[in-house]
T-cell receptor, first 108, second 116 residues
């Protein structure tokens, strides 16, 4: 079973920041938080991952709370092409376990 | 550079037929994964290879499913005597490192299998 809880859907206006929450209250100390997204009819795409510290790359920022029980993926300037299902995954030394994800719709 | 490729992209099989799905990982990637994605669901792990060794096949749903990676690069997922419940998208992913943690996976476009 997935170790994460995400809202099933979210909407965001084009050009605004999209903030996607994820709860992972049972995360253990050596488990990373990963974010992937899946655009319709494509394979999942890696976005970002982190262990304790906040992370930023060219796609997004990942904010992990100090107790590591939740995190937020931030897409700073959402575009229509960011419409996708976003998966938050907690992974230790095992394979990726995908849940249902959040269906993010970017509106013009 | 080329990403992960899979072939065929679409496959229609009659119930009872055998099918073979191919995955070409990114060159030099040590780890290779297969996932199954039913309609409207997230991907589910099937099996994992480190080079040619199949280290985890706990997700294979039945003994009709078989995967191999004989030379540590290209992998084939074979499904024998296909059933309608096998209809799904089969995704392949590869990653550069051998260890499973702190290691992003790169996915192919998937093969959509429809069993009639």
């Amino acid at each position: 079973d997935a170790k994460t809880t995400q809202p099933p859907s979210m909407d965001c206006a084009e050009g605004r920041a999209a903030n996607l929450p994820c709860n992972h209250s049972t995360i253990s100390g050596n488990e990373y938080v990963y974010w992937y997204r899946q655009i319709h009819s494509q394979g999942p795409q890696y976005i970002i991952h982190g262990l304790k510290n906040n992370e930023t790359n060219e796609m997004a920022s990942l904010i992990i709370t100090e107790d590591r029980k939740s995190s937020t993926l931030i897409l700073p300037h959402a575009t229509l092409r960011d419409t996708a299902v976003y998966y938050c995954i907690v992974e230790g030394a095992q394979k990726l376990v995908f849940g249902q994800g959040t269906r993010l719709t970017i509106n013009p | 550079g080329a990403g992960v490729s899979q072939s065929p992209r679409y496959k229609v099989a009659k119930r009872g037929q055998d099918v073979a799905l191919r995955c070409d990982p990114i060159s030099g990637h040590v780890s290779l994964f297969w996932y199954q994605q039913a309609l409207g669901q997230g991907p589910e792990f099937l099996t994992y290879f480190q080079n040619e060794a199949q280290l985890d096949k706990s997700g294979l749903p039945s003994d009709r499913f078989f995967a191999e990676r004989p030379e540590g690069s290209v992998s084939t997922l074979k499904i024998q005597r296909t059933q309608q419940e096998d209809s799904a998208v089969y995704l392949c992913a590869s990653s550069f490192r051998a260890r499973l943690t702190n290691n992003e996976q790169f996915f192919g476009p998937g093969t959509r299998l429809t069993v009639l």
